[in-house]
Structure formats: structure tokens, C-alpha cells
Nanobody
């Protein structure tokens, strides 16, 4: 069974950077469009960025120009480079497939201090 494990979160000051990783176990990673989501306690999970199998990308307006999504299919890993972080980026970040989504992982906490 394919599982997703997010990592790379932490505490950073506003203006700082973090790089999140999402490691997928099993096979088939390369055949799926992938996405990063984030969730603040008490609010719905929201789409942050997505990347297709042909490397087309989409970003939420709130992160456009600051975040970059990428993937390494040889390593079954999805990345999210986050620059110029703002306090409003504070959330738990998750990854998942766009279609046939898997069970959600535990996510990785990102906290941006002002």
C-alpha cells in the first residue's frame, strides 16, 4: 500500500525559507499528478500547489511567486520550496495525489514567526 510521508517543516522567522519533502512508498508515483495542501486548525484543507506528470504547475494566489513545487520521479519524492515565508503560511502541510487520493499522512508543521 502506498504511503506518503511529509517532512522538512519547522519554525522559521518571517522572510525565511523552508523546503518540504514528500516521500511516497511503493510504485506508480510517476503516473500521478501531485499536490501540496495546508490546513490551519479549525479550517478546511486548502490547495497550495500542484504539479502534473508533464511538470505543469499551478499555485494558489497566496503563494504564487514565493513557493515552487517540484518532483523527482526517480526518488518518488515531491518537494515544496517555500521562500519569503509569512506568518499566514503557518499551517500543517500535506501532500497527496490529485486523482485517486491516498490516505492523508501526518503532515509537517510549518510555523512562521513575525
Amino acid at each position: 500500500q502506498v504511503q506518503l510521508v511529509e517532512s522538512g517543516g519547522g519554525l522559521v522567522q518571517a522572510g525565511g525559507s523552508l523546503r518540504l519533502s514528500c516521500a511516497a512508498s511503493g510504485s506508480g508515483f510517476r503516473w500521478y499528478a501531485m499536490a501540496w495542501y495546508r490546513q490551519v486548525s479549525g479550517k478546511s484543507r486548502e490547495l497550495v500547489a500542484r504539479i502534473t506528470t508533464d511538470l505543469s504547475t499551478f499555485y494558489a494566489d497566496s503563494v504564487k511567486g514565493r513557493f515552487t513545487i517540484s518532483r523527482d520521479d526517480a526518488k518518488n519524492t515531491l518537494y515544496l520550496q517555500m521562500n519569503s515565508l509569512k506568518p499566514e503560511d503557518t499551517a500543517v502541510y500535506y501532500c497527496n495525489r490529485i486523482s485517486e487520493p491516498l490516505l492523508w499522512g501526518q503532515g509537517t508543521q510549518v510555523t512562521v514567526s513575525s
